[in-house]
């Protein structure tokens, strides 16, 4: 078991049934989930679960972190505030594939109450299968890098 295996998967108490079935769904695949929760539906703040994934990107720990609140834009908020994140919200495939190749995100977000499981899964899909481009979009991501200080 390998850094590169392992994806970091947390939530709000909305998202936690989809991100149990996305669990499931990329261990299937051969990833390594790591499923720090919620596990309980009682209400919990997205702003501790986002920054608790991104903190294992950023380490190390895990190559990419998937994260789920109601819109998955808070939680995503609260990760990229963790130096070396680049999260980004997703709800269609497109921009999954594109933050991964132009972007090179570490990090992907969705909203439970925006997307349908069937959807969510595949927007999963398209961030894990996507490769960073590099070149010019090399040097636009160090650009982002540069901000962070």
Known sequence: ???TDRIALSS??????LRQA???????????????GPTT???THYPKHGEAAARLVAS???????????????????ANKVKGIRCGVSVDTFSARMIRQHNDANMLSIGVRVVGEGLALDIVDAFLT????????????????????
């Open 130 to 149: 996507a490769q960073f481009e590099g070149g010019r979009h090399a040097t636009r991501v160090g650009m982002i890098e540069a901000l962070e200080g």
């Open 41 to 43: 539906p009682e209400s």
């Open 60 to 78: 190390g720990d895990c190559r990419f972190g998937i994260i789920l609140c109601g819109t998955g834009q808070g939680i995503m908020m609260a």
């Open 22 to 36: 996305i669990a499931g769904h990329i261990a299937a695949q051969g990833w390594i989930a790591v499923d720090i």
């Open 12 to 17: 709000d108490h909305a998202a936690i049934q």
């Open 1 to 3: 078991m390998t850094a």
